[in-house]
């Protein structure tokens, strides 16, 4: 008897005990489905921000890895460097070389062709006193052959001679030596040429000696 109204005790002390349990899980409000999806995902974009600034670290090391430059990189580029600046010397060089060799040559031609022309005034000195009537005398015509040629070659290295006569006065190409009042002619024109002038290359080499009115 003793031991059953211990045991209906008992069991109603587990069911008083059952009973405030659950009371108590009542109270206790349930987690939103809503609420657990955000906290899922600010777990994974924490996550993704983890990974993406391990990944710039990565890269900021690989970077500073990749822009330190090998001893023999450095060599390779300054000797590349002054490679270059040689090569640009040694262009220069040879263009100012060009240049002064092209210049030494002028200067050598527009003095072999002073030497020259003295022999074309007597050509032509000598041909101008001569008539018509011995023009064809065998002599006189291998005279006036050789003058030919001898001005073609002069022609063929760019020598031309100077237009004077009529011409209005040029000190950068004639030489005035005379000066006449003579109304045939117009104000500082040339009247006469007393000896003819010539250029090489557009350059004079001996200015026209001139005879010039008004």
């Known amino acids: 008897m003793a031991e059953e109204i211990r045991k209906e005790n008992l069991d109603e002390t587990v069911e008083d ?3 405030e349990i659950k009371e108590q899980t009542k109270e206790i409000p349930d987690e939103p ?5 955000e906290t899922q995902e600010a777990a994974e974009e924490k996550e993704e921000e983890s990974c993406d600034e391990a990944a710039e670290e990565k890269k900021s090391l690989f970077g500073k ?9 450095e060599q390779i580029e300054e000797l590349t460097d002054k490679l270059k600046r040689q090569m640009a010397e040694f262009d220069n060089f040879r ?9 030494r040559f002028e200067i050598g031609a527009k003095s072999v062709i002073e030497k020259i022309l003295p022999i074309v005034d007597n050509f032509e000195r000598g041909l101008a006193t001569v008539s018509e009537e011995q023009m064809e005398d065998p002599f006189v015509a291998g005279i006036e052959k050789v003058y030919k040629q001898l001005m073609a070659t002069l022609e063929s290295i760019d020598v031309a001679p100077i237009d004077a006569v009529g011409k209005e006065f040029d000190p950068n190409m004639h030489n ?3 000066h006449i009042e003579d109304e045939a002619y117009g104000e500082n024109i040339v009247a006469e040429e007393l000896l003819k002038g010539y250029t090489y290359k557009g350059n004079v080499v001996r ?4 005879k010039v009115a008004n």
């Open 17 to 19: 005990k059952a009973e």
């Open 33 to 37: 489905e809503e609420d657990i999806q």
């Open 65 to 73: 890895k990749k822009n330190k430059k090998d001893k023999k990189d």
């Open 95 to 103: 263009k100012r070389t060009e240049k002064e060799k092209e210049a």
């Open 176 to 178: 005035a030596v005379l």
């Open 207 to 210: 200015h026209s000696m001139v």
